[in-house]
């Protein structure tokens, strides 16, 4: 597994998740955890031991599926992420993690806060970014079913923080989760980005800080798994899937 940018040694399927502690007796039998092993691949959870109850493990079973899900779910998006990828001059396998982190690779979510589709652009950074590259003012409906539309707004929204944060990706990530003008104060708060990095990585504290790790080691679990350099056929963006 590549560690960059300065990331904690985690694991793409580590079985870390930040929904809370597992629940006893989840998985019913031996048989389930079985399943849902052969589901995600021999080494998707090599790190889980067949002593103790399989409930015990339930947590970084879920985990490890979830990943499995959403990693076909980018595949299908390859192309629309290539071309976005491409216009804005951003890797494509940043631009995966992205969705994996944000969405989970699904296109019509809505998060609680109104964020819409695989990259979960707000109102205000959809008609921002459509503006600066000559689009119309894109609709609720077509950010939450237009993949290659969701795309190129946030390629482009990500091109823009990496040259407002200097190439710095980690830094970067962490405006996209918590916003460029918020992310700049709360640094400033506590005298400045690398003071504020160093303070919370050491405590391991920040959400906004995990976040932005999380989608890095995505984006090196795709860098290793070659999935933008498949010598494959690419399929029409928003054709038959």
């Not at 990706?169 to 504020?196: D, H, L, S, T």
């Amino acid at each position: 597994m590549i560690q960059s940018e300065g990331e904690p040694p985690f694991a793409f399927h580590s079985g870390a998740t930040e929904s809370g502690p597992p629940t006893p007796g989840r998985l019913r039998s031996p048989r389930t955890l079985v399943l849902l092993l052969v589901l995600v691949g021999g080494g998707a959870v090599t790190a889980l031991s067949w002593e103790g109850a399989p409930g015990k493990y339930a947590h970084q079973v879920e985990a490890a599926v979830r990943d499995h899900l959403a990693y076909r779910r980018v595949k299908r998006y390859r192309a629309e992420l290539l071309l976005a990828a491409e216009e804005s001059d951003v890797d494509p396998c940043l631009l995966a993690g992205i969705i994996v982190a944000e969405s989970s690779g699904r296109v019509g979510v809505v998060s609680h806060k109104g964020a819409m589709g695989l990259f979960q652009l707000s109102r205000t950074t959809a008609t921002w970014r459509a503006e600066e590259l000559g689009l119309p003012t894109p609709t609720d409906e077509q950010l939450l079913s237009d993949p290659l539309l969701n795309a190129r707004l946030g390629a482009d929204n990500v091109a823009w923080l990496l040259d407002t944060f200097d190439g710095d990706v980690v830094r970067a990530m962490c405006a996209y989760n918590a916003g460029a003008r918020r992310m700049k104060e709360i640094a400033a708060e506590e005298g400045g980005w690398e003071a504020w990095r160093a303070n919370h990585e050491a405590a391991a504290d920040s959400d906004i800080l995990k976040h932005a790790f999380k989608i890095v080691r995505y984006r090196d679990e795709f860098r290793e798994r070659g999935l933008f350099e498949q010598d494959e056929e690419t399929p029409n963006p928003g054709g038959d899937r």
